[in-house]
């Protein structure tokens, strides 16, 4: 047993992770929160997207015995994007089950940036960009971009 020590979603775990067991896979198989994706498993699609110290990480990728942060899972950070979460509902910018929560991981965090800030074309451009690593061949972003967009000027208002 190679014990590890995680803060995850605010509580302290104590998981098994020898080498280099991913934190994806601690997350979905130990812990039970299983709405980061494991699709890709190699850093290429962004579908286990978590928050670790607050910045977006592949967790398929991520050993889960060399995580020193607090790690926040789309489960834990549900109250903080509540609303962004129903704008992909509202406006049709809710994907698929595998790349969705992703997405919305990953905008909590550039939700946290102050993007209202952004003049709306530099804010756009900072969503589209950071967003093209979550990957879905199933979509042109738009609504995406825009729902992030919106909750970020609703947010700063
Ligand atoms: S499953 Fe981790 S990046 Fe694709
Ligand atoms: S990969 Fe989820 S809808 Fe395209």
């Not at 962004?84 to 946290?112: E, I, K, N, S």
Request: glycine fraction near 12%; charged fraction near 20%.
């Amino acid at each position: 047993m190679t014990r590890t020590h995680l803060v995850v979603n605010g509580s302290a775990v104590e998981v098994d992770a020898p080498g280099l067991r991913s934190l994806a896979d601690v997350l979905r198989t130990d812990l039970g929160l299983t709405a980061a994706k494991l699709a890709c498993g190699r850093g290429e699609c962004g579908a286990c997207t978590v928050l670790v110290d607050g910045l977006p990480r592949t967790s398929c990728t991520t050993p889960a015995a060399l995580v020193r942060g607090e790690v926040w899972t789309s489960e834990g950070l549900a109250g903080e994007n509540a609303d962004l979460r129903a704008r992909f509902a509202d406006t049709g910018a809710f994907q698929c089950g595998f790349c969705t929560p992703g997405q919305v991981v990953h905008a909590t965090a550039l939700l946290r940036e102050g993007l209202h800030a952004l003049p709306p074309d530099e804010r756009r451009e900072r969503v589209r960009t950071a967003l093209s690593g979550n990957v879905c061949r199933c979509t042109g972003y738009q609504a995406i971009v825009e729902s992030v967009c919106g909750i970020a000027e609703e947010r700063g208002a």
